[in-house]
């Protein structure tokens, strides 16, 4: 299995652009998470999706953040406008049903917000 | 709360020298998993070892070990002969089976290991 795939690995931008970054799930895993990672606040869990189904997205900074998964095989995290303060990590993470097993996490992206 | 503390910020030892990383966690759940991840410079988080609450044997995978004791709650990470090659950043995790596969990751700590 190649794992869990996002992309772009780097992304540059201009304040104000639209930016999304993207995430291919293991295939057969039924969960799916974004997280973000920064020196400041560590890792901290986005959103997450079961099935497709948002089910939490309480640690999505605010109404410019917006995540999607259309079909079971992508997932879509969308800022927009983007801020310099979004500058971040992001990763993308998937596991199978059950609460034993561990997240595979994607090689994130690396945005940086100028 | 539910919570993760890694109370080690940075570690610095030199290659050969025995380490531990300590990780203790909070949860109301009695069934809960707990994880190591390690963060080397190139960025990718590896997972190192999953624990469940309900077994606590320790666990020894070559130069690494580790202490799982329930009634500190703590999971703790040894390296044994530190290598150069263990610089990254370790991350300690708590998934209460509650969460709903939802993992909490504690702060991290920066471990160095100077040749």
């Known amino acids: 299995d190649a794992g869990v795939i996002q992309s772009p690995r780097h992304e540059v931008t201009e304040m104000g652009q639209e930016v999304t970054l993207r995430c291919k799930p293991i295939s057969g895993h039924d969960y799916l998470f974004w997280y973000r990672q920064t020196m400041m606040r560590g890792l901290e869990l986005l959103i997450y999706f079961n099935n497709n189904v948002p089910i939490d997205d309480s640690g999505m900074p605010e109404d410019r953040f917006s995540a999607k998964m259309p079909n079971a095989s992508f997932s879509t995290l969308k800022i927009q406008p983007s801020e310099p303060r979004d500058s971040a990590v992001y990763f993308c993470?998937?596991?199978?049903?059950?609460?034993?097993?561990?997240?595979?996490f994607g090689q994130g992206t690396r945005l940086t917000v100028v | 709360a539910q919570k993760v503390t890694q109370a080690q910020t940075e570690i610095s030892v030199v290659e050969k020298e025995d380490v531990t990383l300590d990780c203790v966690y909070e949860t109301r759940d009695t069934t809960y998993y707990l994880f190591w991840y390690k963060q080397p410079p190139s960025g990718e988080l590896v997972f190192l070892i999953r624990r469940n609450s309900f077994d606590e044997q320790n666990e020894i995978s070559g130069r690494y070990s580790w202490n799982f004791q329930k009634s500190t709650s703590s999971f703790n990470f040894t390296i044994t002969a530190s290598q150069v090659v263990d610089s990254a950043v370790y991350f300690c995790a708590l998934k209460p089976h509650s969460s709903a596969s939802k993992i909490i990751f504690g702060s991290g700590t920066r471990l160095s290991i100077r040749p």
């Open positions: 993470a998937s596991n199978p049903s059950g609460g034993r097993t561990e997240a595979f």
